[in-house]
């Protein structure tokens, strides 16, 4: 698999270019492929140790991670904070830098503060080592693997052999739910404008201030395009890739003849006022519904990132409906992907 790869870290994709957008969609479709067949393990990262830092609760993503490591035969640390050294006042930089002198090579770091992996990956760089470091979630910034993961559902949905970032281009997604709190909201946000899709934000104004129309702005070097709560006309265009993100107060425009509905868990972990009425009240209003897809595409399909509030953000039979969900495929597309993405980071860890 000759794929040319110069990134060590993997902490954002908000400069994540066309083209390495596609080089993650064809790696994770080889190993795809891998994992249909009977055995299911393969050589590429033998004798590389892959560290998972997870510093707050996670089932989804630290398994999906642990298990394309070990898929990719890489040898396995992972890290509990209730009974490690952090009980007894080690910093995180100093935790990191233990596994470091263990031999790691790259690190899977998911935190419930903004910045953590970023502050880890630039001190492994001012040490002048070559380990790479993967933004598994942190707090309200990003979520990379599960934005790409999405992607890849959504691309090999319509080109299973060939899935690529232009297929998006004029699509309609809709993205509905806590998207103030939501680090795979906006990294969602990167992707899907990344590739020409038209990008459509859709929650109450206390889960979506007005300021989040400047989330991608042209002082980030990626210009945008945004309208006002209804949709209507952007007020800002690209010069060079034009990203279009329009946000809603209200569903119904936000699901006009969507091709995609992502919707988002309510994270009341992370609420600090009471944002909501009532989860019922949230649910009249911006539940995903059977009849409230009839206002979408009729092939739309519908995204969840897990974990679901079921009946809360989406209906518990739409859910489980497989003409129209494509949760489970997000599921299984997790651990191709996230194979990918180690490869990648590995291969170029190895020529550093």
């Known amino acids: 698999m000759a794929i040319s790869w110069t990134r060590r870290h993997i902490l954002s994709l908000a400069d994540f270019t066309p083209?390495?957008?596609?080089?993650?969609?064809?790696?994770?479709?080889?190993?795809?492929?891998?994992?249909?067949?009977?055995?299911?393990?393969?050589?590429?990262?033998?004798?590389?140790?892959?560290?998972?830092?997870?510093?707050?609760?996670?089932?989804?993503t630290r398994s999906s991670f642990e298990l394309a490591a070990k898929r990719l035969s890489a040898d396995i640390l992972n890290f509990a904070p209730g009974s490690s050294s952090l009980t007894k006042g080690e910093t995180i930089l100093d935790t990191a830098k233990t596994?470091?002198?263990?031999?790691?090579?790259?690190?899977?770091?998911?935190?419930?503060?903004?910045?953590?992996?970023?502050?880890?990956?630039?001190?492994?760089?001012?040490m002048g080592v070559s380990v790479g470091v993967l933004n598994a979630g942190d707090g309200q910034h990003e979520h990379p693997s599960q934005a790409l993961l999405d992607l890849f559902t959504i691309t090999t949905l319509l080109d299973q052999e060939h899935p690529r970032l232009e297929q998006l281009q004029d699509k309609k997604i809709a993205i509905v739910?806590?998207?103030?709190?939501?680090?795979?909201?906006?990294?969602?946000?990167?992707?899907?404008?990344?590739?020409?899709?038209?990008?459509?934000?859709?929650?109450?104004p206390t889960l979506l201030p007005k300021l989040f129309a400047d989330f991608v702005t042209p002082s980030?070097?990626?210009?945008?395009?945004?309208?006002?709560?209804m949709g209507s006309e952007p007020v800002a265009e690209a010069q060079t890739l034009t990203r279009r993100l329009f946000l809603h107060w209200a569903l119904e425009p936000a699901l006009e003849n969507a091709d995609f509905v992502m919707t988002l868990?309510?994270?009341?972990?992370?609420?600090?006022?009471?944002?909501?009425?009532s989860l019922r009240e949230y649910h009249q209003q911006f539940g995903i519904t059977r009849d409230r897809l009839k206002y979408c595409h009729p092939d739309v399909k519908v995204l969840h990132p897990g974990p679901v509030n079921r009946g809360v953000e989406i209906s518990s039979d739409l859910m489980?409906?497989?003409?129209?969900?494509?949760?489970?495929?997000?599921?299984?597309?997790?651990?191709?992907?996230?194979?990918?993405?180690?490869?990648?980071?590995g291969s170029r860890t190895e020529q550093a």
């Open 177 to 204: 739910g806590d998207i103030l709190h939501s680090r795979v909201a906006r990294s969602n946000i990167w992707s899907l404008t990344a590739s020409g899709a038209e990008v459509h934000l859709a929650a109450p």
């Open 99 to 126: 596994y470091l002198a263990m031999g790691t090579d790259m690190m899977v770091i998911r935190h419930r503060e903004a910045g953590v992996p970023q502050a880890i990956a630039a001190e492994m760089d001012r």
């Open 19 to 60: 083209a390495e957008y596609n080089v993650v969609l064809q790696t994770a479709n080889s190993f795809r492929e891998v994992l249909s067949r009977r055995t299911k393990k393969v050589p590429t990262l033998q004798g590389q140790v892959v560290t998972n830092l997870f510093f707050e609760p996670s089932t989804r």
């Open 220 to 229: 980030a070097a990626i210009p945008s395009a945004i309208s006002g709560p």
């Open 265 to 277: 868990r309510l994270q009341k972990e992370r609420m600090t006022h009471h944002l909501l009425p």
């Open 320 to 345: 489980d409906d497989p003409r129209f969900s494509l949760i489970s495929q997000q599921v299984t597309s997790g651990v191709a992907v996230r194979m990918a993405l180690l490869y990648l980071m």
